[in-house]
């Protein structure tokens, strides 16, 4: 089964955030199908469109990934269905 997923990202920049959350993400046979970022006044946010193989991955071990990925680099990351992004962000 193939889940659309959002990852948010953000947190004070540095060399490397983006080579360890995508490593991250394959590491767990996770897709990247669009990605934003941007940097203001050194503080780096970037939100990717992926697809989560829960064939190769479950996506509670996704999210686990991404914790740990977080912890090391002192960010804040989530993982969210993107269902369920877009119903919490509806207007």
Known sequence: MKTKAIVSALGEDRVGIVAAISGAL??????????????????????MLVTVDEDVCSFEAVQKRLTQVAESLGMQITLQREDVFRFMHRV
Not at 28 to 47: A, H, K, P, Y
């Open 26 to 47: 394959a590491e767990t046979g996770t897709n990247i199908e669009d990605i934003r970022q941007t940097i203001l006044s050194g503080v780096f946010s970037m939100t």
